[in-house]
Every structure is written in structure tokens, then in C-alpha cells.
């Protein structure tokens, strides 16, 4: 069970993800089901502006100089 102020692993992944300048696109289930042609939609208008965008720089790895 979930308490108060814990965060779950999909909002962790999601900010790990982030933080390393990846944006992870969120739908219900139901959605993708009912809309799937509007879901899709969105994913490909997200990696159409990506594409116009430069990309951030990449964090280093450990180890690197």
C-alpha cells in the first residue's frame, strides 16, 4: 500500500527520465483503447516538435571525463 508522500515507481521513472531530457507521454488504458488513432496523434505530434527542437545535452556517465 501507498502512503502519504511516497512516491510510486512510474513517477520515479518518469523523473529520471526526465532528468536525463527524455518526456514520457501519459495516457489511461481506456483511452488508448477508445482513442487509440487520437493517442496516436499525440505521440507522433510530440516527436514531430522533438524533432525541431535541439537535444539537450546528455548527462555524463559515471566514470566519464
Known sequence: MRGKGR???GV??????G???F???K???DEIFKNAKG???VIMR???DQARTPPPPRPSLEGES
Open 27 to 29: 495516457f489511461w488504458n
Open 7 to 9: 512516491k510510486g515507481n
Open 19 to 21: 532528468s536525463a531530457g
Open 12 to 17: 520515479r521513472r518518469t523523473e529520471c527520465l
Open 46 to 48: 510530440a516527436l514531430a
Open 23 to 25: 518526456t514520457v507521454p
Open 39 to 41: 493517442v496516436i496523434e
